[in-house]
């Protein structure tokens, strides 16, 4: 047991004592642990920070910086607060650190819990929140001022255009809420799953035809191709690829719509022919409320919900999304749908 090493080193006729079972408890903690001296230099490290640093055991003791190549720890060790919270730099991870006297005179226990993913929802929260109170205030505000105008007793066509606005603004209000609740109950998995066998490229042509789209569309899917899904959330995540498409296309230029059966995927794409989105945006625009441009009018680019809601329905189906640029201009947005859903009429 690496925790009963130097004990052992001076005292070899006691090796064969029975072994502490606090120091199994450290070796095994599903937290790293390292033991130091009262030099700062590591004596020993449990399982956990051993495969987390690369630790070898057998070049211990050594300087903390050179076992975990991470000065920000020597700076929370030589600080006076018992627990703080340290970025390491090398390996990119946020880290709890809570210092202890060992039970050897001199020996300090340092105990480090990563914490990024609690640091990275806590930011996601954070942002949503203040997207969101962003969102409501604009249609809200709006509200307001237009009631306030209808108290001045404008003239009768005034009247109208500001009944008009406020139905508007209702409607915008209620949408959010809606996808807003659409959001809540795919995460809750509270939405019920209802497969049906049908014609995928049927269901691309009914999408493009209901939607109205305001430009052409160039479909490319393979006859016959049929696969059992539940078609309704398979519907809505296409219709919410190719409303995106449209927002973010010049006017006239096209949207391309393929499928193709890709080893044990069948995946749908759709291609617009904007100016893209740079690499760092590729995974967030799936985040609720994330907008790669905040300077666009609501109206034109949406409330940034679109694209969470079709992923979590192209989740719920068993599948994957993701987006990438396309090789000759434009963002393409691809879902894939596991094989087992694919039949072949």
Known sequence: MIWDRSRNEEQPERRTVQRDPFAALLEHAPLMVLLLDEEGRVVTANKSAREFFEIEQDRLP????????EASLLEVLGSSASESEAHLVHHRRTVLVKLEPSI???????????????????????????????????????????????????????????????????????KIIDNLRQLGEIEART?????????????????????????????????SLMVTSDRPKLVQALDNLLDNAAKFSPPGS???????????????????????????????????FYKVDRARPREAGGFGLGL???????????????????????????????????TNA
């Open 62 to 69: 050594a300087s903390l910086v050179e076992v975990t190549l």
């Open 104 to 174: 050897r005179a001199g020996e300090t226990l340092m105990f480090l819990t990563d914490v990024t993913e609690l640091r990275r929802l806590a930011t996601v929260r954070q942002e949503f929140v203040a997207n969101l109170v962003h969102e409501l205030k604009t249609p809200i505000t709006s509200l307001r001022l237009t009631a306030e105008s209808l108290l001045g007793d404008p003239s009768p066509k005034d009247r109208h255009r500001f009944a008009e606005r406020l139905v508007k603004e209702a409607d915008l209000l209620s």
């Open 191 to 223: 939405m019920a799953v209802e497969t049906s066998q049908f014609d995928l490229g049927e269901l691309v042509q009914e999408s493009v035809t209901r939607l109205g789209i305001d430009r052409p569309v160039n479909t490319d899917v393979p006859a």
């Open 254 to 288: 096209a949207i391309d719509v393929s499928a193709q059966v890709a080893g044990d995927e069948v995946r749908l794409s759709v291609r617009d022919r904007g100016p893209g989105i740079s690499p760092e945006h590729w995974s967030r625009v799936f985040e609720r």
């Open 308 to 342: 969470a809601i079709t992923k979590h329905l192209v989740q719920v189906l068993g599948g994957r999304i993701w987006t990438e640029t396309a090789r000759d201009g434009g963002q393409v947005f691809t879902i894939a749908l596991p094989g087992q859903v694919l």
